[in-house]
Every structure is written in structure tokens, then in C-alpha cells.
């Protein structure tokens, strides 16, 4: 089965600062993949999804991510983080079986 | 409103209880799944049904059950068999299998083994 791996348990940022999640996935074809958001007291939300295609995609919110196939990833970034971002992220591998990460869990500075 | 609505929000069970959690979707979508979430670990997936009538073990599936009568319900029952039931279980489903896109879930329901 396939499975992701977040290697960052939990990330602090100062508002205002770039943002880089990782997601390294194993998967024996083309990955669907995904990334969500888990506020507190929330349910999950997507932010993006890759597919096929272009291998850099825009999400809500800002967030980006991209497909590296060689590198078996599929990090999320965001340019410049505000503090309705802290939240709980989530990366997703696909199809059909859908596995999660552990989570990786950021928190903002002011 | 469309979406996924799970029953019980909270539930208490003395240990040795069987329980039934409910998941309910009017999405019209295919599939369903269920997974369980602890601090730490993620979404683990217990089992999932893409078509009525059909559904198969995921991750974790030891001491739980499931059925799939109906194209809208997906019940997850904790049976007595589950060493450590006390979590959050969230309820999810998607269009064909998951191919077509996300998981839409529902708002969970959280167990307690007293």
C-alpha cells in the first residue's frame, strides 16, 4: 500500500515568513496527491491536489506545491504566513486507498 | 445542503461494549471510508467501500466492522475486539474511488472507553 511520510512534526514561523512542509510519499505509479488543513475544533479542508500535469499547483489560501517525481515529494509552501494559518497539516497519497501523514503541525509567531 | 453528517458527535462505552457509529453522505458519491485519528499519528485508515455492497480492510482494521447496504451509509462498528478504541473518528467520502478528487469528511465522532 502506499504511504507518506511529513519528516516535521511540528514547525514554528514568524508571521510574515516563508513556509516550507514536507511530504515524501511511496507510491508504485503516478501519485494522487493532496494536502489538507486541520484547524482546531475543524474538520479538514483541501487546499490542493496534484494529478497530472503541471507539477507546480496553486491552492486556497495562497499555498503552492510541488511534484517532484525523482525526489518522491510533494512539499507545500506558502510565500508569507499569517497567524490564521496555524493549524494542523495533512499530506494524502491516491488514489482510491487514501493514506495520510502523521501530520505536521505549525504554529505562528507574531 | 449537501455533505457527510456522523452520529454520534461523543460517545462514552464501558469497556467490553460493542458501538455503532453512524456515517450518513448525500453527495452521491461512490465511496466512503473511515479513519481514525490519535495525536501524532495521522489519519489511519480502518476500511473504506467504493461500491455498495463492498468494502476492504485498511490499515487497522482489527476489532472494527463495517457495512455498505446503502449508497449513502457507511456504519463503523467498535466491537469489544479493539484493544484501544478511544479516539477520533472521522467519516469521508469521494467520487469514484478517490480518483476523481478529494475526500470531503465529516465533522467526526469522538469515542471514550471508560
Known amino acids: 500500500a502506499q504511504s507518506v511520510t511529513q519528516p516535521d512534526i511540528h514547525i514554528t514561523v514568524s508571521e510574515g515568513a516563508s513556509l516550507e512542509l514536507r511530504c515524501n510519499y511511496s507510491?508504485?505509479?503516478?501519485?494522487?496527491l493532496f494536502w489538507y488543513v486541520q484547524s482546531p475544533g475543524q474538520g479538514l479542508q483541501l487546499l490542493l491536489k496534484y494529478f497530472s500535469g503541471d507539477t507546480l499547483v496553486q491552492g486556497i489560501k495562497g499555498f503552492e506545491a510541488e511534484f517532484k517525481r525523482s525526489q518522491s515529494s510533494f512539499n507545500l509552501r506558502k510565500p508569507s504566513v499569517h497567524w490564521s494559518d496555524a493549524a494542523e497539516y495533512f499530506c494524502?497519497?491516491?488514489?482510491?486507498?487514501?493514506?495520510f501523514g502523521a501530520g505536521t503541525r505549525l504554529t505562528v509567531k507574531p | 445542503d449537501g455533505g457527510i453528517t456522523q452520529s454520534p458527535k461523543y460517545l462514552f462505552r464501558k469497556e467490553g461494549q460493542n458501538v455503532t457509529l453512524s456515517c450518513e453522505q448525500n453527495?452521491?458519491?461512490?465511496?466512503m471510508y473511515w479513519y481514525r485519528q490519535d495525536p501524532g499519528q495521522g489519519l489511519r485508515l480502518i476500511y473504506y467501500s467504493q461500491i455498495v455492497n463492498d468494502f476492504q480492510k485498511g490499515d487497522i482494521a482489527e476489532g472494527y466492522s463495517v457495512s455498505r447496504e446503502k449508497k449513502e451509509s457507511f456504519p463503523l462498528t467498535v466491537t469489544s475486539a479493539q484493544k484501544n478504541p478511544t479516539a477520533f473518528y472521522l467519516c469521508a467520502s469521494s467520487r469514484s474511488g478517490g480518483a476523481a478528487g478529494e475526500l470531503f469528511f465529516g465533522e467526526g465522532s469522538r469515542l471514550t472507553v471508560l
Open positions: 507510491y508504485g505509479a503516478t501519485p494522487y
Open positions: 453527495l452521491n458519491h461512490d465511496a
Open positions: 494524502a497519497v491516491g488514489p482510491n486507498d487514501m493514506r
